[in-house]
């Protein structure tokens, strides 16, 4: 926030907009992956006191990815059938997104995020997706745009999947084991 209740528009500023100016309720806002320097106790605090909801890379640390979204998801899944995925690239380590406003070391994997949103538009009727915080034109290698587009493809495998009836795990068998069962498979009593 500004001097005086002024707000200013910057990069920083869609979640506060989003909130203040009504488009969403705080109590069905989840955030996932925050780290960096901020937010600040004052800035969590704020969050608390709005009803917002907010998981961080040291809540992650502490008790892993599958736990985190497990909980942020039950709160997601609160009040509402469907769900709305903003993607802030900024959460992914700037060897992997460098063309960003925010490039804060310590961040998510292209390995680990795949998944991740697959899993997501998997396991939830998704009303929409943005994938947002993207500036290719900090980023000459390309990899900004190009992570982008594998992220949105994940998710829209996820979709595909749930279309299709497939578990949010599943994995074609072609190309998981491509004909080596015997490598991969329960060991043969003998």
Known sequence: MGRNGVHWITHGSPVYRVLHEGHVRP?????VGLRARGPDLETFGWMRNKGMKYHT?????????EKVMERALKEARTNTKKLWI???VDVLDPAFMPGTGTPVPGGLTMRE????MRRLC???????????????????SYKTALNSNYLLNACLAGIAMRKKGLPPGYFNPVSVEHG???????????
């Open 86 to 88: 903003s993607f802030d």
């Open 27 to 31: 109590q069905d806002y989840v955030q």
């Open 122 to 140: 998997a396991e939830n009727d998704i009303a929409g997706i943005d994938i947002v915080e993207v500036a290719p034109y900090l980023d000459t």
């Open 57 to 65: 890379m040291v809540e992650v640390e502490k008790w892993g990815w």
């Open 180 to 190: 080596q069962d015997e490598y991969y498979g329960p060991k043969k009593k003998s």
């Open 113 to 116: 995020a795949q998944p991740i």
